[in-house]
């Protein structure tokens, strides 16, 4: 007697093949240059200065790239209890636990999907931007520690309303503090107009990002928050080259065909939601097929619309970036996390928030103050707020979280 | 003819109950067997015994909404409901008007506010661990050698306040050998229990407004309607079944989902 379910239908975004090919190009180039050391390699934390280490000529590798992938491919559950046991809690950020552990157990996920590579490419330098949280500093010192190489970055500020001229001016300062140390290590002369040019090409990438998630307003929406998570993967770890903007010319135009062809990522979309917080790695597949199944959509999420830096500015390449990255969702206070939230509920026609309660990543549980208490009570947008990581399962609970989010689409039908 | 049935099956993480309802949203019968391992075995015998309990033939069965848990297990449903619909269903069946509803169950707490014409607002789940819930308060009366069904009588004998502030199960059972060693009453330790599921419960939530608290632990656990009464400092009803209230909101989806 039981009913039956259609099999939902994922629809793959051709575009998908090229943006594996971008990664792929990314870390063989990173593996050839540490195995030749024909360049050197810049460690950079995910929202650091990445733009100034590409225009002094270095190779730029983001662990916290490595550590979704941990995640993804569930590895993350091995190697983290490793660097718990060496004192690393496991309360602290699970990408840096599963990442530190993987490199004790000398192991990584790039070993299974690309052939020849054996390990993370080894830094020349450590660089880093404490502006999404002080985990990504401790993380990168115990690189610096292992390796005896240099950690070097940017302290910045946390919980802001926006930034004002003496927060550029102490980040911009801190960028500009950052060259003498890196030309040291690059062997190469700092060139005012490489960096323009690198500014440029990342701003361009971050308006092609922009523009890709922006499709997700229309109605209805041709990708989800878990294509987007896959489709960021250029403006993450290429922002700044030519490559990642190809990418995303070749991108748009596919997604622009499906709006205009009326082609839903969600076959037969009821709801639309927004995804606040961290992804949950090892269960991106499940909660799409979960979601598909409910009809429901997660058009848009903070954490994808976190790659975009509107604020870049070649003319003014310092300043420009430390306000871009300064003004950051995850930089700022409460109060103007809560307007921005609402403002892109507008946007893309939300008909409720999903907040993901990352037990490891405070920063980015956005559930934590009252928020979608506040949101309920002001403007009558409903939420659910699922607890989880974004790498250890075992604070994750499927069952439960699984009802909730089954419960809240029931709710939303109710309405 | 005999009646079509309407059936909510609630496979809870520890008891299945199962509800008919006749078209008309009447209860016919009910049945209650432990979930044990099996759920499909468990939800097959209690759907048996339910339909005795209505005097009616299984052939007259229309449609199966099953819920809880459990609710994917139950092969022979028409459909499912997550418990927090036919939670909020089955105790707005018996209140009519707005509330907040607060379930205990076995291994989870639910916190539910619906509005006057029954619609849901807002819910709330406990986070992943024990604390708060039945399992909870089965470890204790465990470590205390107590049998769960003594744990109401016993608590409603304890005359001094012990408190338990442990979040954690196994550490408030830690917490339990300290009192027991520094010369604690077991019924004041029982009702030390009760009062910590209660905190755990009011701190998920607000439950300003009229209260109903439904599951398992509320239905042979009475006591725990008048802590949280106290500690709220408003009364808290329950519906008269407490621990049918999702199945017979599931049982009243059925209705609705067989007309459709
Ligand atoms: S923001 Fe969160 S996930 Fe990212 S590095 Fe910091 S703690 Fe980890």
Redesign the interface.
Known sequence: MADEKKKPIFRKINATGPCKKIMADHFYELDEAAKSGSRKIAWCTSVGPAELLRAMGFLVYFPENHGAILGATRVALDTIPIANAAGYSPEICSYLTSDVGAYMKGETPLSLAYEGITEVPKPDVLVYNTNQCRDVKDWFMWYSRELDVPCIGIESFCNIEISREPHIAAVSRQLQDLVPALEKISGEKFDLDRFKEVVGLSRRCSDLWEETLQMGAAVPSPLTFFDSTILMGPAVVARGTQEANDFYELLIPELKQRVKDGVAAVDGEKHRIYWDGMPIWGKLRDLSTTFLSLQTCVVASTYCNSWVFSDLDPANPFDSMAKAYTDLFIVRSDSAKEEYILEMAKIFKIDGFLFHDAKTCPSNSNNRYGMPERLAAKFGVPSVTIAGDLNDLRLYSEEQSITQIEAFVEQLGEK | MADKLYVGVDVGSSATKVVIVNGKGTVLGKALEQSGMDFVAASKTALERAVNDAGASIDDVAH?TSSG?GRKNV?????T?????CHARGAYQHFREAMTIVDIGGQ?NKIIKIGADG???????N??CAAGTGAFLEEIARRMNVDMSEMDALARKSEEIVTISSFCTVFAATEILSLIRQGAQTRDIAKGAFRSVVKRVIEMDSLAGKAVATGGVVSHNPIVLELMAESIGHEVLTPPEPQFSGALGAALYAVDEARQ
């Open positions: 199966i848990y092969e022979f449903a028409n459909d409901k997550t418990e927090i619909a989870d619609n849901r607002l807002d819910f709330k789940m986070r992943k």
